[in-house]
T-cell receptor
Framework: AQSVAQPEDQVNVAEGNPLTVKCTYSVSGNPYLFWYVQYPNRGLQFLLKYITGDNLVKGSYGFEAEFNKSQTSFHLKKPSALVSDSALYFCAVRAHNQAGTALIFGKGTTLSVSS | KAGVTQTPRYLIKTRGQQVTLSCSPISGHRSVSWYQQTPGQGLQFLFEYFSETQRNKGNFPGRFSGRQFSNSRSEMNVSTLELGDSALYLC?????????????????FGAGSRLTVL
């Protein structure tokens, strides 16, 4: 069965510092991996995805994520956090051999950036 | 172009009632899927429709149902509401599914319909 784990319910960083939001996954075969962000009273917004190829994926708003197959991880990173990055972040996975577009999401990590 | 539109945004129901939620996908998107978001369970997949046919279904009781119309608009229905059905219901649309390789397609989510069951 597919699953996603986000081990931290909350991550706190100071503005200007680098941030990392962790994600590990379990899937049969090769994965498609996604990061989404949710602001209060809003739907999910797509940040970036890993399909294949380069392990470092760059996305929206200066975010990037590193795919590590041996560790089955897909951590989200940003070199310099902004207060406006404070939101709820979700990691999601879908197997390459899966029909359809259904995603398995992690529980989410609340990112809090202080000024 | 317009995004995914969900109506209503907020609604309050009482136990035993039923509710219908609506979703209009991005123009040209033929796949629509639904998710339930709760603080305890996070985001859980309900079902996916493509060309008016349910293609995938999550692990939810039969009280949860949906349908898709020829214009790709979708509705979901929850009958005999329970307190635990209180949640944010999110609809997402995606471009045409042609094969499993389309699994890289990005889902675009609506703002959600927040259901409160009293």
């Amino acid at each position: 069965a597919q699953s996603v784990a986000q081990p931290e319910d909350q991550v706190n960083v100071a503005e200007g510092n680098p941030l990392t939001v962790k994600c590990t996954y379990s899937v049969s075969g090769n994965p498609y991996l996604f990061w989404y962000v949710q602001y209060p009273n809003r739907g999910l917004q797509f940040l970036l995805k890993y399909i294949t190829g380069d392990n470092l994926v760059k996305g929206s708003y200066g975010f990037e994520a590193e795919f590590n197959k041996s560790q089955t991880s897909f951590h989200l990173k940003k070199p310099s956090a902004l207060v406006s990055d404070s939101a709820l972040y979700f990691c999601a996975v879908r197997a390459h051999n899966q029909a359809g577009t259904a995603l398995i999401f992690g529980k989410g990590t609340t990112l809090s950036v202080s000024s | 172009k317009a995004g995914v539109t969900q109506t209503p945004r907020y609604l309050i129901k009482t136990r035993g009632q039923q509710v219908t939620l609506s979703c209009s996908p991005i123009s040209g998107h033929r796949s629509v899927s639904w998710y339930q978001q709760t603080p305890g369970q996070g985001l859980q997949f309900l079902f996916e429709y493509f060309s008016e046919t349910q293609r995938n279904k999550g692990n939810f009781p039969g009280r949860f149902s949906g349908r898709q119309f020829s214009n790709s608009r979708s509705e979901m229905n929850v009958s005999t509401l329970e307190l635990g059905d209180s949640a944010l219901y999110l609809c997402a649309s995606s471009a045409v599914i042609v094969s499993t390789s389309s699994g890289a397609n990005v889902l675009t989510f609506g703002a959600g319909s927040r259901l409160t069951v009293l």
